[in-house]
């Protein structure tokens, strides 16, 4: 008699549990726009965080301008001596992100973003600055065209990469 009653009580909470599965499933089947509405609101949520993770990149990257010095092969971060994938290092590990040292390590993160109109801000832009095709040179795109890098001539600077020296030198982009 109790193993009767253990069995129809775990029936029924058999039961509650899939009545509640299917109305809450039912709810979003019933209605393709609240399922549409769900979906939109994930987006946005998740397009907020990516950019309020691409806007920290930036403005910790903009509060290096005139305080790097350009070193090649150089990654020392104490004096702020370094070479433009140190400073993409640093940056992204001021913002919890770990990257490693090197442009051509760096083309190897996170998903390639093959054409210039497709990059978001806070992604990285790698370029060639000797060889042609050959990645040497990386920065963070900041949106609107222009990246900012740290360079042998300037240190760390904000340039555009559709005109003049940057023009044709960008080969793909990595986003994280």
């Known amino acids: 008699m109790q193993a009767m009653k253990k069995n129809r009580l775990s029936k029924s909470l058999v039961g509650i549990s899939l009545s509640l599965s299917l109305l809450t499933s039912g709810t979003m089947l019933l209605n ?24 920290s990149l930036i403005n910790t990257a903009e509060s290096y301008i005139g305080k790097v010095r350009y070193g090649f092969g150089v990654r020392d971060t104490q004096r702020l001596i370094l070479d433009c994938s140190a400073f993409t290092q640093l940056v992204f590990s001021k913002n919890g992100i770990t990257i490693p040292w090197g442009s051509k390590a760096q083309a190897q993160v996170g998903t390639a973003v093959k054409s210039k109109s497709s990059l978001r801000s806070g992604d990285l832009v790698m370029f060639s600055v000797s060889k042609p095709g050959q990645i040497n040179h990386v920065g963070i795109y900041i949106g609107n065209g222009k990246f900012i890098s740290n360079t042998t001539s300037s240190g760390v600077v904000i340039r555009d990469m559709n005109t003049g020296y940057w023009k044709d030198r960008f080969i793909t982009g990595r986003r994280l």
């Open 32 to 55: 393709p726009h609240a399922a549409q509405a769900a979906t939109a609101d994930t987006t946005a949520a998740a397009t907020a965080i990516s950019t309020s993770k691409a806007n």
